[in-house]
């Protein structure tokens, strides 16, 4: 089983240099890296006894690499060997240059250590990857890679100690070529790999990853600077607005949508129905006179109103009570949308800029930074994300997205898989709830509503936001396989939490 995402503080993600801190904090006060490596080694053996048989039958092999990983795998495999199962080590380099915690680690242990031979790796019922760790820090090539290749075409179940050798526990890419594992044990906490994609599929999948308890205090989190976080509810639970008994709907706020022209009519209806049920207090569809009839025929919850220039919708937002606009989905794209979205910034109320808002202030450059201090979300693509940003390379998303984040100073929602929202101030949030059949048409158009819906509620942005992308993963997830877009808006108001 994975982490409980309702514990307190599950959500804290660390980096491999903020678990190296964490690490040296623990050493510094009281408990030796020896303790923290017995601790480690045994809890990797203990999970290990749950993918055996409990007969004691199969093979085990450990692999050991040079660095303090290979020592936990050191532990696990006397662990293993005094419970009664057959195992023995691989090393991958050589024991007599294994140096500090590992080298004291590997010292007890007098079970068999064999020559690597794929062969046996590949029909071995269990391995257990303790070659690298938090210290990769280049592509796994020649050999090593073999070796690695072995074990995925193998038929052995895998058990990765700390992260699948190969992965990088920063970003979640595999450098050079990587361990698929079954189950992952990590320590303290899952590390930011352990949650972007491809890591989280290498690692296991969510509920496969183990977070232990190796006796490092909390206290540590009080000398590192944690800026990254798992999208759960232990991270904003504290943002969700409750309404009390005698509330009015005008404490929930009012979304204003800006709508288009057709094909694309649809687009907005969604983002102002996603914005209602996400709890905002009313909802508005502002649109060119051309499509009034047909939006207000089509809906009944939203109230419809028409414009035809940015003065129009200036005379619409005189209403201050509207205090959230969205403004992208179905819009058009053209110099009239980047028009209509300056006028909009310039009134100052809470933002979100999706789909055809984006590609428009990308073909003109605007500066968003300008409107620094106001609460403006982007919600990208990838496609969309390269448009507006075609300096920022996309091979380490979630550094993208805070480059991104920190050059506008908006938040930033880069979805994908692993939807990431990052703050200007360097905070960012990664999800790992949605399923991949809520990759349909409009389902960005409901997310933009969603944020939209919970942003009127007047909680703090990152916080806001990071629920939002939570609910549309929840919704996709409650409304099940075969959705469609419209098929998000109950599902949102049973996925409330
Ligand atoms: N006491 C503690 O702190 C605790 C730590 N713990 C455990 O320690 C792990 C971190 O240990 P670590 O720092 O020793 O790094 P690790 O992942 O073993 O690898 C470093 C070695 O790999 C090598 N290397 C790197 N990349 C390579 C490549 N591509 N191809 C080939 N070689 C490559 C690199 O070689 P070099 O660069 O020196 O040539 C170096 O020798 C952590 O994940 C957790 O499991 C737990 O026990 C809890 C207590
Ligand atoms: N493989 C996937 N697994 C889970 N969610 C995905 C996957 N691919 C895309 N998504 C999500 O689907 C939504 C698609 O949004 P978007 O690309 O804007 O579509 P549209 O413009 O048609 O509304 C985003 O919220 C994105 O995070
Ligand atoms: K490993």
């Known amino acids: 089983m994975g982490l409980d995402p309702r514990l307190p503080e599950s959500h804290i993600l660390l980096s491999p240099h903020q678990m190296y801190a964490a690490d040296t904090w623990a050493m510094q006060n009281g408990t030796s890296g020896i303790t923290l490596m017995e601790r480690a080694g045994k809890s990797v053996a203990e999970v290990a006894t749950e993918m055996m048989p409990h007969n004691g039958d199969g093979t085990i092999i450990v692999l050991c690499g040079p660095g303090n990983n290979g020592g936990d795998g050191y532990v696990a495999a006397r662990y293993l060997a005094e419970w009664g199962y057959t195992v023995s080590v691989m090393p991958i380099s050589d024991i007599m240059a294994l140096k500090g915690d590992a080298a004291i680690m590997a010292r007890p242990w007098i079970g068999r250590t064999r020559p690597m031979d794929l ?20 592509d796994i090539e020649g050999d090593i890679a073999a070796v690695i290749e072995a074990v995925n075409e193998g038929s052995a179940v895998v058990l990765a100690v700390d992260l699948p050798s190969g992965l990088s526990g920063a970003t979640g890419q595999v450098q050079g070529t990587a361990i698929q ?5 990590t320590f303290f906490s899952y590390k930011p790999g352990h949650i972007l994609t491809p890591g989280r599929y290498y690692s296991g999948g969510i509920d496969n990853i183990h977070v232990v308890d190796i006796g490092i205090s909390r206290d540590c989190l009080a000398d590192i600077q944690v800026n990254t976080y798992w999208n759960t509810a232990s ?12 509330s009015h709907k005008y404490d929930r706020g009012h979304v204003l ?19 209602l049920r996400s709890g905002c207090g009313l909802s508005t569809l502002a649109c060119p006179s051309e499509s009034y009839s047909i939006q207000a025929t089509a809906l009944t919850d939203v109230m419809v109103r028409r414009y035809d220039s940015s003065f129009g919708l200036l005379s619409i937002m005189a209403d201050k009570r509207i205090n959230t606009i969205v403004a992208g989905p179905g819009l058009g794209v053209g110099e009239k949308t980047t028009e209509t979205i300056l006028a909009v910034l310039n009134e100052r109320r809470r933002t979100v800029l999706d789909a055809d808002a984006l590609t428009s202030l990308a073909r003109q450059m605007v500066q968003l930074s ?3 201090g106001q609460d403006i979300v982007l919600t990208p693509h990838d496609g969309e994300f390269k448009k507006m940003f075609p300096d920022i390379s996309l091979d380490d998303r979630l550094s993208a997205a805070r480059q991104a984040a920190r050059q506008t100073d908006c938040v930033i929602v880069l979805k994908g898989v692993s939807t990431i929202v990052a ?31 919970v942003l009127a509620q007047g909680l ?16 996709g997830e409650v409304a099940g396989r075969g959705l469609i877009a419209s098929d998000l808006l109950p599902a949102i108001a049973k996925s409330l939490p």
């Open 119 to 138: 062969n046996a790796l590949k029909s071995a019922d269990l391995v257990i990857d303790a070659m690298f760790g938090a210290g990769l820090d280049r």
């Open 235 to 246: 991270l904003w639970q504290g943002a969700v607005f409750h309404p009390g008994p005698s």
């Open 370 to 372: 300008d409107y620094s």
């Open 460 to 475: 703090p942005l990152f916080e806001s936001v990071s629920y939002a992308v939570w609910l549309h993963g929840k919704s």
């Open 181 to 185: 594992a079954d189950t992952s044990v």
């Open 257 to 275: 949508v800006l709508g288009g022209r057709e094909p694309a009519l649809g687009a907005s209806r969604l983002a102002s129905l996603a914005a």
């Open 423 to 453: 703050a200007p101030d360097g905070r960012a949030s990664i999800a790992s709830n949605a399923p991949a059949w809520l990759s349909v048409a409009g389902a960005g158009d409901v997310l933009a509503g969603i944020i939209a819906g």
